[in-house]
């Protein structure tokens, strides 16, 4: 059975008013120079869940004596791909990514089980809820059909970052007056971060800061190395949103 999920979209305890959050990411896509955020949602909320696989050990010689989990996992991971493909409505952001697989250790067992790791990214609750149920009902019948048997579970969450009007416009003051920043809007984008967790209980911005380029590596990857000058741009829009903020009206 899928645990209970947390609503990943209900604000968290509200702090007291007066209160606001800045947060910052340095982002590579962007060259250094360009600060990038928006009013309203900007990055998704995630889950990251996890799908165990469970068929009969045996020899790899023998496969008519077991149930091979991992042939059963890779057909999980491409009817998953059905859920964004066939199941959700053209320009409905929504992603569903497997990134980890593990299981087995030798080229002539049949091993017993396989996990599969991924997330979801999405901007609504009936997306969420939808995905989460399907790659359960997915995952399930597939296995089912190739007799062996799976367990899910969500292994974490976080809300969609919403970014507030007033601290993205102190944010973009701020920024501009650095004379060294150009700052846009990029849209709302597929990536997450939990300081969603702060702009769900107060009014909150988290803005990037270009720390790259088009030819630059994507985060997370292997090469992946940033324009280290994007560390000074964050502490002085930092500084001065909140030196902004602070000075009696």
Not at 58 to 77: K, R
Not at 185 to 206: A, I, M, N, W, Y
Request: aromatic letters at 6%; hydrophobic letters at 45%.
């Amino acid at each position: 059975m899928r645990p209970r999920l947390r609503d990943a979209s209900t604000p968290g305890r509200r702090i007291q008013a007066g209160y606001q959050a800045l947060g910052a990411h340095v982002i590579s896509p962007f060259p250094f120079g360009v600060v990038a955020t928006r009013p309203g949602p900007f990055f998704a909320g995630i889950d990251t869940f996890e799908i165990a696989v469970v068929g009969k050990a045996g020899h790899g010689g023998l496969p008519h004596m077991s149930v091979d989990p991992i042939y059963t996992a890779a057909q999980v991971v491409t009817a998953l791909q059905s859920i964004v493909a066939r199941e959700t409505k053209p320009g409905e952001p929504l992603v569903v990514s497997i990134s980890a697989i593990s299981g087995g250790n030798a080229p002539n067992v049949v091993v017993e089980r396989v996990a599969l790791q991924g997330t979801v990214r999405w901007f609504s609750q009936p997306s969420r809820e939808h995905a989460l149920e399907r790659i359960h009902g997915i995952a399930s019948g597939v296995c089912s059909a190739l007799r062996a048997s799976c367990e899910f579970r969500v292994l974490s969450s976080s809300p969609v970052t919403a970014n507030a009007a007033a601290p993205v416009d102190l944010v973009t003051a701020a920024a501009r007056a650095t004379e060294r920043a150009e700052v846009m809007d990029p849209g709302p984008l597929t990536v997450s971060e939990d300081f969603s967790e702060f702009t769900s209980r107060v009014p909150g911005c988290l803005f990037t800061v270009g720390a790259g380029g088009p030819s630059a590596a994507p985060h997370h990857h292997h090469a992946f190395d940033l324009d280290e000058r994007a560390i000074g741009l964050i502490a002085e829009v930092f500084t001065r949103a909140t030196l902004a903020a602070l000075k009696p009206e």
